[in-house]
């Protein structure tokens, strides 16, 4: 290429990249005024009393978001310009219904937040190209499959509300399959993007059906197998589900064949018969679902109360910290969407969907744009997550799907939640800012 | 605190949130149209197109290749090379196709047909094998028309 061209381009990369900061400073700064304004209303509704920490909450949110900012600013600068904002938002509502249920919680919320833009912060600095994660992609899937089989260990292990999914290190419990999820998608784009052309093809005959040499799956299919058993051994029911459709998704994508997606179906119709039938919690749980009101004060109890909690929220809720509280069990964690959806009415709980939807429509455009295919993977992967795991836990608490109990990103409390999603949020950045500075560039045989 | 005062606080602040929400949407427009001819942009003259490899489809698209045809360098031009069921290409004499020009490997990659389709492989190259101006990765589908670079020499799939 020419040297004028360069310099041209570089001016417009540098001319979208400064579009897009200044964009994400705006919506920042409205998110950020959103939050408070929430955080002071509930503690209104709920002492009549402006809450005595409104100046240290102000200055730590602000300090949070502008340093989220400049970061990204100095060293993502092209990255897209939505992500962050809406997760911001999500966050900081997520916060102040947690801080409005449970004192105690809101506290270690507030650290894993800032632990949770610590670890945004070091993500994006330390991944300087995506190119880099693809070349340890059977690193990562060795650590996805080795962090799935850690709550195992009898040791470090620990079993809390009928899953096995803990781990404690000293004082600290952390859901290493949070972690997991990251690194075998990350595994899957890079095995995908290296093989796909073979995958696409059908070259093995089985009776009448052609299908892909079946030794090209088998890495895959191993990483696939192992995480959905660990996952079912451990009573993990939600997230072996999301694990399942992102599976399934990025393979349909990575070949381009529509089959994988009627054969990913089949497997899970397969897959849930059998479940129900060997497990007597998976049918509790249908059971539950389909009608939670021949137990209301038992095991239908938590959805029946979040259906009221839904009901009462009515149009426009009944007001930040005046809704009942205390009433549905892990309310700060799989229920907080009933939460919010009874203090913000229909009104505050469709502007949540919103951000999901806004953040997964983000997160694909930023694999449209993406040039080179493992990134473009690895940002459907990564959307896909997000926008399936709101799904899977939204659709329980409304009575849409079976309740699997797995937090809500961003907005639930829970540590490892939190800071797996900020770094995956980083990951979705990298991605979206190496797009932007390629695009100018065509690729060239010499 | 009197209720009515919470209720239109309350409905401000639900304002407040679609009102972040229609900021969010406008950033979304601004990103998907193509932005107005600018006069920066209007400044910079079209990048010229670069020489790219043109992938020429030829008409029975989707058949199985059966040969490979020098295209460059110009003075091996139309060498043919029947495709069998596995064929190296490279510098080296035991090649089953000696190229013996700038920039290619001693074996440099592999072209191979199986189940009635052909695909191309690197063989760790220190230039890499281009298929259609996209370097190989892993193992490629090679139809009829397509071409591969290989150091300076570019063959057709025919």
Same mark, same amino acid.
């Given at each position: 290429?020419?040297?004028?061209?360069?310099?041209?381009?570089?001016?417009?990369?540098?001319?979208?990249?400064?579009?897009?900061?200044?964009?994400?400073?705006?919506?920042?700064?409205?998110?950020?005024?959103?939050?408070?304004?929430?955080?002071?209303?509930?503690?209104?509704?709920?002492?009549?009393?402006?809450?005595?920490?409104?100046?240290?909450?102000?200055? $730590?949110?602000?300090?949070?978001?502008?340093?989220?900012?400049?970061?990204?600013?100095?060293?993502?600068?092209?990255? %897209?310009?939505?992500?962050?904002?809406?997760?911001?938002?999500?966050?900081?509502?997520?916060?102040?219904?947690?801080?409005?249920?449970?004192?105690?919680?809101?506290?270690?919320?507030?650290?894993?937040? $800032?632990?949770?833009?610590?670890?945004?912060?070091?993500?994006?600095?330390?991944?300087? %190209?995506?190119?880099?994660?693809?070349?340890?992609?059977?690193?990562?899937?060795?650590?996805?499959?080795?962090?799935?089989?850690?709550?195992?260990?009898?040791?470090?292990?620990?079993?809390?509300?009928?899953?096995?999914?803990?781990?404690?290190?000293?004082?600290?419990?952390?859901?290493? @399959?949070?972690?997991?999820?990251?690194?075998?998608?990350?595994?899957?784009?890079?095995?995908?993007?290296?093989?796909?052309?073979?995958?696409?093809?059908?070259?093995?005959?089985?009776?009448?059906?052609?299908?892909? %040499?079946?030794?090209?799956?088998?890495?895959?299919?191993?990483?696939?197998?192992?995480?959905?058993?660990?996952?079912?051994?451990?009573? &993990?029911?939600?997230?072996?589900?999301?694990?399942?459709?992102?599976?399934?998704?990025?393979?349909?994508?990575?070949?381009?064949?529509?089959?994988?997606?009627?054969?990913?179906?089949?497997? +899970?119709?397969?897959?849930?018969?059998?479940?129900?039938?060997?497990?007597?919690?998976?049918?509790?749980?249908?059971?539950?679902?389909? *009608?939670?009101?021949?137990?209301?004060?038992?095991? @239908?109890?938590?959805?029946?109360?979040?259906?009221?909690?839904?009901?009462?929220?009515?149009?426009?809720?009944?007001?930040?910290?005046?809704?009942?509280?205390?009433?549905?069990?892990?309310?700060?964690?799989?229920?907080?969407?009933?939460?919010?959806?009874?203090?913000?009415?229909?009104?505050?709980?469709?502007?949540?969907?919103?951000?999901?939807?806004?953040?997964?429509?983000?997160?694909?455009?930023?694999?449209?744009?993406?040039?080179?295919? +493992?990134?473009?993977?690895?940002?459907?992967?990564?959307?896909?997550?997000?926008?399936?795991?709101?799904?899977?836990?939204?659709?329980?608490?409304?009575?849409?799907?079976?309740?699997?109990?797995?937090?809500?990103? +961003?907005?639930?409390?829970?540590?490892?939640?939190?800071?797996?999603?900020?770094?995956?949020?980083?990951?979705?950045?990298?991605?979206? *800012?190496?797009?932007?500075?390629?695009?100018?560039?065509?690729?060239?045989?010499? | 605190?009197?209720?009515?005062?919470?209720?239109?606080?309350?409905?401000?602040?639900?304002?407040?949130?679609?009102?972040?929400?229609?900021?969010?949407?406008?950033?979304?427009?601004?990103?998907?149209?193509?932005?107005?001819?600018?006069?920066?942009?209007?400044?910079?003259?079209?990048?010229?197109?670069?020489?790219?490899?043109?992938?020429?489809?030829?008409?029975?698209?989707?058949?199985?290749?059966?040969?490979?045809?020098?295209?460059?360098?110009?003075?091996?031009?139309?060498? &043919?090379?029947?495709?069998?069921? &596995?064929?190296?290409?490279?510098?080296?004499?035991?090649?089953?196709?000696?190229?013996?020009?700038?920039?290619?490997?001693?074996?440099?990659?592999?072209?191979?047909?199986?189940?009635?389709?052909?695909?191309?492989?690197?063989?760790?190259?220190?230039?890499?094998?281009?298929?259609?101006?996209?370097?190989?990765?892993?193992?490629?589908?090679?139809?009829?028309? *397509?071409?591969?670079?290989?150091?300076?020499?570019?063959?057709?799939?025919?």
């Amino acid at each position: 290429m020419t040297v004028p061209t360069r310099a041209a381009s570089e001016d417009a990369v540098a001319l979208v990249s400064g579009r897009r900061r200044t964009t994400e400073l705006g919506l920042l700064i409205l998110a950020f005024i959103v939050i408070v304004g929430l955080y002071a209303l509930a503690s209104l509704g709920r002492n009549a009393s402006v809450p005595a920490n409104i100046g240290p909450f102000l200055a $730590a949110v602000l300090a949070l978001v502008l340093v989220a900012h400049l970061v990204v600013r100095r060293v993502a600068p092209a990255a %897209d310009a939505l992500l962050l904002p809406l997760a911001a938002l999500l966050n900081g509502m997520g916060y102040v219904f947690i801080a409005r249920l449970n004192d105690d919680l809101a506290g270690l919320q507030a650290a894993w937040t $800032a632990a949770g833009i610590t670890c945004f912060v070091l993500t994006l600095v330390l991944v300087r %190209d995506i190119k880099v994660l693809q070349r340890y992609r059977y690193t990562f899937g060795l650590i996805g499959v080795l962090l799935l089989l850690m709550p195992l260990l009898p040791v470090f292990g620990n079993e809390i509300n009928g899953s096995r999914i803990w781990v404690s290190l000293g004082p600290v419990g952390f859901q290493p @399959g949070e972690f997991a999820k990251i690194a075998l998608a990350i595994f899957f784009a890079g095995y995908l993007q290296e093989n796909r052309e073979l995958l696409s093809v059908a070259t093995f005959r089985l009776g009448p059906l052609s299908i892909p %040499d079946p030794k090209h799956f088998a890495p895959i299919l191993l990483a696939w197998g192992v995480a959905l058993a660990v996952m079912i051994f451990q009573r &993990d029911l939600g997230s072996a589900l999301l694990f399942f459709v992102l599976f399934v998704v990025m393979l349909w994508v990575a070949t381009g064949r529509a089959a994988y997606l009627v054969a990913g179906f089949i497997l +899970f119709a397969a897959g849930a018969a059998l479940a129900y039938r060997q497990f007597s919690h998976v049918q509790q749980r249908v059971e539950i679902w389909l *009608d939670p009101w021949t137990d209301p004060q038992g095991v @239908g109890y938590q959805i029946v109360q979040s259906v009221y909690a839904l009901s009462w929220g009515g149009v426009v809720g009944t007001g930040p910290g005046l809704g009942i509280s205390g009433r549905i069990p892990f309310e700060e964690t799989d229920f907080i969407f009933a939460i919010i959806a009874e203090e913000l009415g229909l009104l505050g709980s469709t502007a949540v969907l919103c951000a999901f939807l806004l953040m997964v429509g983000s997160g694909l455009r930023i694999a449209r744009r993406c040039s080179d295919s +493992f990134g473009s993977l690895l940002a459907v992967g990564l959307t896909t997550l997000i926008g399936v795991q709101a799904f899977i836990i939204v659709g329980g608490v409304i009575r849409l799907l079976p309740l699997t109990g797995i937090t809500l990103p +961003f907005v639930s409390y829970g540590g490892s939640s939190l800071v797996a999603n900020y770094v995956l949020l980083a990951l979705l950045l990298r991605i979206s *800012d190496g797009a932007s500075r390629r695009v100018p560039q065509p690729v060239l045989a010499r | 605190m009197p209720e009515q005062l919470l209720t239109v606080l309350k409905l401000c602040l639900l304002a407040l949130l679609y009102l972040f929400f229609l900021r969010v949407l406008r950033a979304v427009w601004a990103e998907v149209t193509p932005p107005k001819v600018a006069p920066e942009s209007a400044a910079v003259p079209p990048p010229s197109k670069p020489p790219k490899i043109k992938s020429v489809r030829s008409s029975k698209k989707g058949s199985v290749p059966t040969k490979l045809t020098v295209v460059e360098p110009v003075a091996r031009a139309g060498s &043919d090379y029947p495709l069998g069921e &596995d064929l190296t290409l490279g510098r080296a004499p035991g090649c089953s196709v000696v190229l013996d020009e700038q920039y290619v490997s001693q074996v440099h990659s592999r072209v191979f047909q199986r189940d009635s389709s052909v695909f191309v492989e690197d063989l760790g190259s220190t230039n890499g094998t281009w298929l259609n101006g996209v370097r190989a990765v892993g193992q490629m589908h090679a139809r009829p028309g *397509d071409r591969i670079q290989i150091g300076n020499v570019i063959l057709e799939f025919r």
